[in-house]
């Protein structure tokens, strides 16, 4: 993919952290995170974020990014500072989880999706598609561009959604052109922590079908047909909520997940292969690596799909 130099400017390397435990993108802030030794706060609940709720903190400029000669899709930019009052900071634990920049994966992910499409290996019109960790919301973005029914967002932080993904989506998918064929039915919000969100989201209840007695093999479940993630493996720790999410909102069979992250984030302890190790010792789905990206701008990127064996 051809990227501008807007987009460029904001994608990043390696997540930074407000907390003394992480390197510092700005040393000097250290109210937040563990340095006080208190437990970080609890996750907020999970909740829908309505189209409506736009935030006034929306950028009103716009920037392109080049998937393709014939597609090009629009994102603002939003500071950290004017939404959560914290400055350079990728990561507040608790708090706030990088949505607000483009990270590399994003734009790994949008390329490798427009690739199996132009090669015939994945068609998203009228599919069910779901965005975890959406930040900007460009894989989503582009899943709506190529038609499919229904797109989901959801990040962890409704402040995100309201500020940077729904104005994102709005100039995207609800253009005044032939084109522009997405309806408030057809795009969803949704914020919280990974373990609360299968309240809100599609859930195919795969687990629990394929081991119920009596079920016959060509039974279909709900769900979503296609679920995409970027940069949503860096931390350790909330992996298993992750890989649970997947497995309850993921229909059954037939869905697929695309997954784009690093290989590791040092520091944190995640990564495309600690969360590999997860999905291979389950046993439940099966794994195929699509693509590899070493352009030195950071440690080596992955994209992966999965599906139900």
Known sequence: MENTEAAKNTTTSAPTFASPLFSFSNPGSSSFGFGSGAPPPPPPPAVEVQLSEESPVASASLEPVVVDD??????GRVSTSDVFGVKDSDLVPGKYEGGLKLWEGSLDLVNTLNSDIKEGRLLLEGKHVLELGCGHGLPGIFAGLKGAGLIHFQDFNAEVLKCLTIPNVKVNLFQESPEGTCTSRSVGFFAGDWSEMDKLLLCGDAEQDKTTSGVTEDKTYNGYDIILMAE?????????NLYRLIKKCLRYPGGVVYMAGKKYYFGVGGGTRPFLRLVEEDGTMQTERLNDVADGSSNVREVWKFSFK
Not at 70 to 75: A, G, P, R, V
Not at 232 to 240: E, H
């Open 232 to 240: 949503t493996v860096y931390a350790l720790s909330s992996l298993p």
């Open 70 to 75: 014939s597609l090009t899709i629009y994102k």
